[in-house]
């Protein structure tokens, strides 16, 4: 049966970080119509309801009805040390990442981490995510299996590490390949599921593992690769060591066929511009993870920046580098560091970020993070009034944006009404 979803649209018609706020596109009373996981038409909502007389209605009043979040780079199985006291990057990964990483070669662990995390990002209203799991082939087939149990768009890959990890946490070029190659012919393409190659980052692969690595995208050019690129400044000195022979930390991917329009790369702070430079002709995406670059202590991302050069942006968490499963707290931090920056970043940008930003970084766009016909109906709604220092700032709001600020600034899972994943609800009021 057809659903008819009811209250305030948001979604866009363009791109604000070019277009301005009048990329988005606002409904105050409108409507949502869904057929067989797919949304079929938006529009006022007296208008769906007289051309649909038989949908079964829900009506969520003044609530926003978006697209659901898309969370363009996590680690899920960093959910049990987020929020871990006291590191920067290289000391983090060693204290608290990597003992815990370690547990995943056991598939119960995997298991019960897996659905615990799904669980918290789909509270937070997050319906996408691109996760890197460990270097156990077990703790992809534990996420993917999970995912689709619930029906979810997920990305996620086996992180590939042959060097400066603990025993026990590495692969080797061969086994990198061969274990990745694998899983992509299980998981990859199934359903709503896709697979995305996953070196950790260059620190912790040899030139030979980059190089299996990027033989097998060669072959597999159908699949994302997604990896750390400058995040902090002691990293990026210790990759300049690791490999004296490359131009720059991008070189150091590049020249093993790990660059290229499915590129993902995490954080990309401490650029050269021959980096950026070449960012955009290649066309890689690059994903801003500004709730860990301020804890983790790495840096100020430069959106403005990058933005003018035309790369394709995502926002993520970076769970558990982050400090947050809610890409509100996240948006809100974007906004923070933007302000340090000189940049006041509007919320139709954040928005967009959050949502289609995120969904083209992954290059999904055309499917998921917005509201269009013939779009996968995985929807966010988001009470604007969800608690009483929210509340009485929203009703003050002339516009949405004004309305919409103080959940981005403040909310947090009490602003999640409802989530729909492929047409279905997956909390009913
Ligand atoms: N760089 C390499 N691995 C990681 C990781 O797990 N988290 C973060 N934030 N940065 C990394
Ligand atoms: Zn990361």
């Given at each position: ?261 499915g590129a993902v790369f995490g954080h990309a702070i401490h650029l050269e511009p021959r980096e950026i430079d070449r960012l955009a002709e ?99 709604v988001i009470d604007l009034e969800s608690t009483p220092a929210v509340a009485q700032r929203a009703r003050r709001a002339d516009d949405i ?29």
């Amino acid at each position: 049966m057809a659903e008819l979803l009811l209250g305030q649209i948001l979604r866009f018609g363009g791109n604000p970080l070019h277009e301005g706020p009048d990329a988005a596109r606002h409904s105050a009373r409108g409507g949502v119509l869904i057929e067989d996981g797919v949304i079929r038409a938006v529009g006022e909502a007296d208008d769906l309801r007289r051309q649909h007389p038989q949908a079964h209605v829900t009506d969520y009043g003044a609530a926003v009805i978006s697209a659901g979040f898309v969370d363009a780079h996590v680690h899920y199985p960093q959910t049990g040390i987020i929020a871990s006291w006291g590191k920067r990057l290289i000391d983090w990964l060693n204290t608290y990442t990597f003992p815990e990483e370690m547990r995943f070669g056991d598939p119960e662990h995997a298991g019960r981490i897996a659905s615990l995390y799904l669980d918290l990002v789909l509270a937070n209203g997050t319906t996408t995510v691109a996760s890197y799991c460990t270097i156990h082939p077990a703790s992809v087939d534990a996420f993917m299996a999970e995912a689709e149990s619930r029906n979810l768009r997920v990305f996620a890959g086996k992180t590939c590490m042959d060097r400066n990890a603990p025993e026990g946490l590495r692969d080797t070029p061969q086994s990198a390949h061969d274990d990745s190659l694998a899983l992509i012919e299980r998981w990859h393409g199934r359903g709503r599921l896709s697979y995305v190659i996953t070196p950790r980052f260059s620190p912790t692969s040899t030139p030979e593992q980059l190089e299996a690595l990027g033989a097998l995208w060669a072959a597999r050019p159908d699949c994302l690769m997604q990896t750390h690129l400058s995040e902090q400044t002691d990293e990026v000195a210790w990759v300049r060591s690791l490999f004296p022979e490359a131009r720059d930390y991008l070189d150091t991917y590049e020249r093993h066929g790990l660059l290229g329009p499915g590129a993902v790369f995490g954080h990309a702070i401490h650029l050269e511009p021959r980096e950026i430079d070449r960012l955009a002709e290649t066309g890689a995406a690059v994903v801003h993870c500004p709730t860990s670059n301020t804890f983790i202590g790495s840096g100020l991302f430069d959106l403005s920046r990058l933005a003018a050069r035309g790369l394709r942006i995502g926002l993520a968490t970076d769970t558990g580098g982050g400090s947050s499963f809610s890409m509100l707290r996240t948006m809100a931090a974007a906004y923070e560091i933007g302000q340090l920056r000189g940049n006041a970043i509007h919320p139709s940008v954040l928005w967009w970020l959050a949502t289609a930003g995120s969904a083209a970084s992954l290059r999904v766009a055309d499917r998921i993070g917005n509201i269009a016909p013939g779009m996968e109906a995985d929807l966010v709604v988001i009470d604007l009034e969800s608690t009483p220092a929210v509340a009485q700032r929203a009703r003050r709001a002339d516009d949405i944006w004004q309305a919409l600020f103080p959940t981005i600034m403040m909310g947090d899972d009490r602003a999640i009404r409802a989530v729909w994943i492929n047409g279905r609800p997956v909390r009913r009021d």
